[in-house]
């Protein structure tokens, strides 16, 4: 059994090995996570030890959604997160921070496997907010581009992936009535119910409203940053 290595001095500069990997996996899942930060010298949130990020073995990896990127769906991330703890060994992975289950978040490391925190380990553990994992890869592969190329490669052809999802990331500007964008008007008007005609009027407005109401959201007939994430979902 492989032994856990947390900090273990300052890398000087990003390390090839954790950078492919980051490559990789962000390829693998079609885009549903996003690099949300790999090496930097700093503390650890809310404490004073160094952070394994200065080692250039981590990163932290975001399903957030927009404005940024990532599929904003934590059901797509939970099963993208237990990928990597399954094939942690074949990946050389030293340990996987999952923030979002209550009460604390969890964590799997590579001595022990899951463990559910129950009292506060992490910050950000058990937050609605915390919409990342952290990843940590073992020394020996850090620097090995080529190692995690093949890896993802073998995973790939093993066919043990997760099932991607069309993800489509928000284009940054709210989808209203005038849209001169007719396909993109189209898939909206099949999901609300509204008659597809590629014209983006009062009455797509309204059937947007009242799709927005059924679903929890501000029912305003934009398709801004808070409605996309979930009507995209359904967008054939």
Not at 73 to 84: G, P, Q, S, T
Not at 90 to 117: E, S
Not at 127 to 142: F, K, L, N, R
């Amino acid at each position: 059994m492989r032994k856990y290595v947390g900090f273990d001095g300052y890398a000087t500069k990003k390390r090839a090995g954790t950078e492919q990997f980051i490559r990789e996996f962000v390829k693998a899942t079609g885009g549903a996570f996003f690099n949300n930060g790999s090496y930097g010298r700093r503390a650890i949130r809310g404490g004073s030890k160094p952070s394994v990020h200065g080692t250039g073995r981590a990163v932290d990896l975001s399903y957030r959604g927009s404005p940024h990127s990532g599929c904003g769906d934590r059901k797509v991330a939970e099963k993208w997160i237990n990928w990597l703890a399954d094939n942690g060994d074949r990946l050389m992975l030293t340990m996987v921070v999952d923030y979002q289950p209550k009460p604390f978040g969890r964590a799997w490391r590579c001595d022990r496997g899951w463990k559910k925190y129950l009292v506060k380990t992490v910050t950000g553990g058990g937050a609605s907010w915390s919409d990342w994992c952290h990843v940590e890869v073992d020394p020996s592969v850090a620097d090995d581009a080529d190692f995690f190329k093949q890896a993802f490669a073998e995973l790939k052809g093993a066919d043990t992936t997760p099932p991607k999802r069309n993800f489509v990331p928000f284009r940054g500007k709210p989808i209203r009535r005038g849209e001169k964008d007719k396909a993109l008007v189209m898939k909206i008007q099949k999901v609300v119910g509204a008659k597809v005609d590629g014209i983006f009027g009062r009455k797509t407005e309204a059937a947007v409203m009242r799709w927005q109401g059924k679903h929890g959201l501000q029912a305003d007939g934009w398709i801004g940053s808070q409605t996309w994430p979930v009507i995209s979902k359904f967008f054939d």
